[in-house]
């Protein structure tokens, strides 16, 4: 293979990785008999399980183990991944999938923040413009959506992207660790602490057959594969073309939405969704552009 195909073939990995990922917010919401905590305690069983087999087959240690193992930071790392995650299934539980996706999309603004404050990274001119052209269209989303149950999923969605940049912040701590024991480590804790809340609850912890399927067809199958294929694209690809391609997610899962769940999202989301889309486009294609590093790693996953 000629080296001019290989970036071809990355990048198609990594919007490959996108495309997968978008089907999530779908199979969470299919999974209408059980509610959010319920339905992450399945998809975290399927992580685990896919992700142990194939370390198993691959003749590498226990992969929940190296994530206890791996000190503070992977710790920490697994808890912005659990944090991340939980705000996301419960906004797409509690408000449009558009919502859920274009308010999650906003990760690489609040890692910018995020990185300013723990990593004292000076905020260029173009990072200041686009956190408020971001911003912005945050706005244009939360004013013409103010019902009050969308708010608490459009939160929870914020929240999500918190987390994410979280990750991102600390896996720019240490760049050079193995960090993929983070992904079954945060699948331990979620299975924990949501168990902990469904009984808690009085529910029981085993939904309905169809939906225990969506959770682990989820978690097995569309975060394993979809973090397989944009770690190997992150190798090639630079990061902000990455940061490019990881926006696929976010504009496939309102179509998706629309042809599966016959859900047409306001006008105003659109607007502010395309707003923020475009303004981490644009700036990853100015720092393509000048050559500069992008404010958030994103050969980091983002298993939603």
């Known amino acids: 293979m000629s080296t001019r195909r290989i970036p071809l073939l990355a990048s198609a990995m990594a919007l490959g990785a996108g495309a997968v990922w978008s089907f999530g917010a779908i199979t969470a919401?299919?999974?209408?008999?059980?509610?959010?905590?319920?339905?992450?305690?399945?998809?975290?069983?399927?992580?685990?399980?896919?992700v142990e087999l194939i370390a198993r087959a691959q003749r590498r240690p226990v992969q929940v183990v190296r994530a206890v193992r791996s000190?503070?930071?992977?710790?920490?790392?697994?808890?912005?991944?659990?944090?991340?995650?939980?705000?996301?299934?419960?906004?797409?539980?509690?408000?449009?999938?558009?919502?859920?996706?274009?308010f999650g999309s906003t990760t690489p603004i609040f890692g910018a923040l995020l990185a300013r404050l723990v990593l004292k990274e000076r905020l260029d001119r173009v990072t200041i413009g686009t956190i408020a052209i971001a911003f912005t269209g945050l706005f244009v989303m939360v004013a013409g959506d103010l019902s009050g149950g969308n708010m608490v999923g459009n939160a929870s969605a914020v929240v999500s992207a918190m987390g994410f940049a979280g990750y991102a912040v600390c896996v720019r701590l240490d760049p050079g660790r193995d960090w993929s024991p983070a992904l079954p480590g945060y699948g331990v804790l979620m299975i924990v602490v949501c168990g902990a809340v469904t009984l808690g609850a009085g529910k029981t912890l085993v939904p309905p057959a169809p939906d225990v399927a969506w959770a682990l067809l989820h978690g097995g199958v569309i975060i394993v594969l979809g973090t397989?294929?944009?770690?190997?694209?992150?190798?090639?690809?630079?990061?902000?073309?990455m940061t490019v391609f990881a926006q696929t997610e976010m504009v496939l899962v309102p179509v998706w939405a629309f042809l599966v769940l016959d859900e047409v999202p306001k006008t105003t989301t659109l607007i502010g969704g395309t707003i923020i889309v475009t303004a981490i486009v644009g700036k990853a294609l100015i720092d393509a552009?000048?050559?500069?590093?992008?404010?958030?790693?994103l050969g980091v996953p983002e298993p939603l």
Do not use: C, E, H
């Not at 930071?73 to 996301?88: N, Y």
């Open 29 to 50: 919401r299919l999974a209408d008999g059980a509610d959010a905590f319920q339905y992450l305690i399945w998809r975290s069983v399927g992580i685990i399980v896919v």
């Open 71 to 102: 000190g503070r930071l992977m710790v920490i790392g697994s808890v912005m991944i659990f944090v991340a995650s939980i705000g996301f299934v419960y906004a797409v539980k509690t408000t449009t999938a558009a919502n859920a996706a274009f």
């Open 228 to 241: 397989f294929l944009f770690n190997v694209g992150s190798r090639r690809v630079p990061a902000a073309a």
């Open 289 to 297: 552009r000048a050559r500069r590093p992008t404010d958030v790693p």
